[in-house]
């Protein structure tokens, strides 16, 4: 298993980038450390800012600076970037469209204990409902750091939801990524799982668990929850019997809230949604989590046997 | 009378068109901020209409973002657009010039209206001027009220906490808001102490309606070495229209034919 963490992967590419180019600029909120970006700190200090626990001030100097022509990374916990600093994203950052990346960081229930407060379990539905936003969550260091890359090519807002610990690797450096299209894992024609973040490796071995009991298993990696790439879903859900989402999300306007919407409406299909229920949650580490709501291999593969 | 009075007059005469006009928008602030606008937009700022794409241009942010209307004029007596555009379409069908700034409108930074935003990004543009060497100064106008929202807090920390003599903010303590006096529905009193206990160089503007004592307050601000200046400027809501003048009833009231007649003429007369 790999033991490099995604917001890592993320350090790894601005740290890189800004060798050349000095309006990459991030900033924190006492989460340099969190964030793992406190080498890209003290590499270039200059490109680097501190505004202490104040996360609406974190998302109103970013867009500041973004309309200066900075290319702004604010980093922060998914739980208070997306929904503290909702106001500011909302306004500074998608309305005004204002070249900043948020970076949320420890995303759905990577904190484990620290419970309610720290888990992000509505962060997709936030980000996604506003107009201007774009929303991604890759699963492997391999996707992040594709996905950075591509990221730092163009001047519009963006939110990332990365994990806590390292995911375990999906892909190799030799990954296929398209900006803004789905990673298609496996083709099948019984059921197609699609998954996005950490999901995506849980589904990946429930895929190879179906299939060893012969059924015939889909796997897409749908880290673009917005915009959302509805024509790969199509196509590769044209066959299937049974469709399943799988989310680290509340189930409300998440990744199976979109693939609902879109099949409902273009392509009806027998569906079933994986996720967070909209509950408090139980304690334990987010592994123990995942196992409690069935969001694990085992209940990822019991799920699809049951609907078959 | 001084040119900048006189054009802040003109600018009131505008207002008081666009208000009848379309029926809508903040006339009692418009008519507190409109003297800080004039001096900025006229004495102060180095901005360009013809070059407003000039990266090392003075920024401005309009964070008390309803009073757009004041705004409006002003960037259309600048030279950024034809001025009888905003004043007969103002908030009607399809019109861009809608009640807060946003950035269809030439001249117009960043969107806003959503109130407590503006000191924030004007923190972040003036860390860029900082960090590309650059001259250019930021002016951010807030409301009274509007320091009732505690993201000012948070940038005012930052900006002193990176020593941003190149950021000047600017309150319009006109002492209303919507629902009555600052004083009743929060009170903002003592706003230098606040801003000083921050770490910023605070200065007061008795008359904040008069603009040579305006000038006198931001060519002093442009001197201040590693802190931020806020210019706490007293105004008077309504300025310039005897009955608007401190009645929380005219934060957006609409005039009627025999008011907007009598507005006009009283601002001729000052002209005269």
Redesign the interface.
């Known amino acids: 298993m790999s033991t490099i963490t995604n917001r890592q992967a993320i350090c790894d590419v601005l740290v890189e980038q800004a060798k050349n180019d000095k309006d990459i600029v991030v900033v924190c909120s006492d989460s340099r450390g969190s964030a793992s970006l406190a080498t890209f700190a003290s590499t270039y200090p200059k490109q680097f800012v501190e505004v202490g626990i104040a996360e609406q001030n974190l998302v109103g100097i970013s867009a500041g600076l973004a309309s200066c022509n900075k290319k702004v990374f604010a980093a922060s916990p998914a739980s208070f970037i997306s929904t503290r600093s909702y106001e500011q994203v909302k306004v500074d950052v998608a309305y005004s469209n204002t070249n900043v990346t948020l970076i949320g960081i420890s995303g759905g229930v990577s904190y484990g204990a620290l419970g309610m407060t720290h888990h992000s379990c509505q962060d997709f539905a936030a980000m996604c409902a506003l107009t201007g936003m774009r929303v991604y969550c890759p699963s492997d260091r391999f996707q992040t750091t594709k996905l950075m890359q591509a990221l730092l090519e163009d001047d519009k807002p963006a939110y990332i939801r990365v994990s806590r610990s390292a995911t375990e690797d999906v892909y190799d450096e030799t990954i296929d990524f398209q900006f803004d299209k789905a990673n298609v894992i496996q083709q099948g024609t019984d059921v197609v799982l699609i998954a996005c973040g950490e999901m995506v490796p849980y589904a990946k071995k429930a895929a190879k668990q179906l299939e060893a009991l012969g059924i015939s298993t889909g796997l897409i990696d749908m880290y673009c929850l917005k915009p959302f790439d509805q024509e790969t879903l199509f196509e590769q859900t044209k066959q299937a019997k049974l469709v399943v989402s799988i989310e680290e999300h509340a189930p409300q306007g998440g990744l199976g809230s979109f693939v609902a919407q879109a099949l409902s409406m273009h392509q009806p299909k027998r569906m079933i949604q994986l996720c967070l229920p909209d509950e408090h949650l139980i304690s334990g580490t987010n592994k123990e989590m995942f196992a409690y709501y069935g969001l694990d291999e085992d209940g990822i593969v019991k799920a699809v046997q049951n609907a078959l | 009378m001084n040119e900048l009075k006189r054009k802040s007059y003109e600018l009131r005469k505008d207002i008081i068109e666009m208000m009848y006009a379309s029926k809508a928008g903040h006339v009692g602030g418009d008519l507190s901020v409109v003297d800080i606008l004039t001096v900025l937009y006229f004495e102060i700022m180095n901005i360009d209409p013809k070059n407003f794409e000039d990266?090392n241009r003075d920024?401005f942010l309009l964070s008390k973002g309803h009073c757009a209307d004041a705004l409006f004029a002003v960037l259309g007596e600048r030279g950024f657009y034809d001025k009888q555009e905003a004043i007969q379409t103002f908030s009607k069908y399809n019109s861009k010039f809608i009640g807060h700034p946003n950035?269809e409108v030439h001249g117009v930074?960043?969107?806003?209206?959503?109130l407590?935003?503006g000191?924030?990004?004007?923190?972040?543009?003036?860390?860029?001027?900082k960090?590309?060497d650059q001259e250019y100064r930021t002016y951010v106008v807030l409301g009274d009220g509007e320091m009732a929202e505690?993201?000012n807090y948070?940038?005012m920390?930052?900006a002193s906490?990176?020593h941003l003599d190149n950021l000047c903010a600017t309150i319009d303590v006109n002492g209303l808001q919507i629902s009555g006096t600052t004083d009743e529905v929060m009170s903002t009193a003592s706003l230098a102490n606040k801003f000083a206990d921050f770490g910023w160089h605070v200065i007061e503007v008795a008359d904040g309606n008069d603009c040579m004592q305006l000038v006198d307050a931001y060519t002093q601000a442009m001197q201040m070495k590693e802190k931020p200046t806020v210019v706490i400027a007293h105004t008077v809501k309504g300025k310039g229209v005897s009955y608007m003048e401190n009645q929380k009833s005219w934060h957006h009231g609409v005039m009627n034919e025999e008011q907007y007649k009598q507005a006009i003429r009283e601002i001729e007369e000052v002209l005269a």
């Not at chain 2, 930074?109 to 959503?114: F, Q």
């Not at chain 2, 990004?121 to 001027?129: F, K, Q, R, Y």
């Open positions: 990266p920024r950035t930074e960043i969107n806003s209206g959503s407590g935003h000191l924030s990004i004007g923190v972040g543009m003036a860390l860029a001027a960090m590309n505690g993201s948070e940038a920390m930052a906490q990176y």
